[in-house]
């Protein structure tokens, strides 16, 4: 049982309660939410779903992440949302905000919410709103994550493997190249970072695991249980970060995961909450 401190889960959804209610016309507006959430079997979660969660699973804390819209409009109100319920919360939720980098409104939201308490952003979609990480916008999102002290959390695609709704949106290679560029920005790579820590062996992707972090989100669906030690042994314990994608996966089956497939309570005390507390500095 693990009891060194507090499990914090880096990586779930919460949706406004207007955005669950009228579905339909979020999907009207948004494809790539469509192309997730168009099967009303796919739940969507709001804080009060995540903090019963939180309870349930004895996790103390956990990253909101906001939902990468591809209008600015949409995000602005997502984030409002999630700095709201964070405020309310006690600590519990920590917010990270989703801007679009593809318009000018972008660096002035990514000011706005990290004044109004917001992390980090995430969980950004280059792909699908349509910038690119290695462009403009690309550099214009890093200069102000760094400004702003914000933690950048990114959807990484795996370019093998089967094909799954929301796949597609983050290119590895771009991100690959954006995180060799930007070693000054703490960034996390969802879902094992798209697989980037197997190409740990190559020095220069090494050298990128020195501010990069991968959040272990929906793992349980992409890779066999085998895949959490051979990460420790390529990028370390230090680097991974406890992240369900709930509601997609419930966190109590995300830590359970962990306890098996984690061999050493030290590195399993790391990535159930020791790394995310000092990368939040909590
Ligand atoms: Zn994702």
Known sequence: MYSSGVIIDFHTHIFPPQVRDERDEYIRRDATFAEMYADPKTKLATSEDLLEQMDAAEVGASVAVG???????LNVRHNDYLLDEAAKSDGRIVPFCT????HD????EAIRVARAGAKGLGELRPDSQGWSLTGEAGKELANVAKRENLILLFHVTEPVGRDYAGKQGGALTDFA?????HQEIPIVGAHLAGGLPFYAPMPEVRETFDHLYVDTAAQRLLYDHTAYEHLIGLIGAERILLGSD???VPQSLQIEELRSGVFRSSDLDLILGANAQRLLGL
């Open 177 to 181: 190249e954006f995180a060799t560029t």
């Open 246 to 248: 709930y509601p997609l």
């Open 99 to 102: 801007v679009n980098p593809a």
């Open 67 to 73: 939902f990468a819209w591809t209008d600015d409009e």
């Open 105 to 108: 409104s972008a660096a002035e």
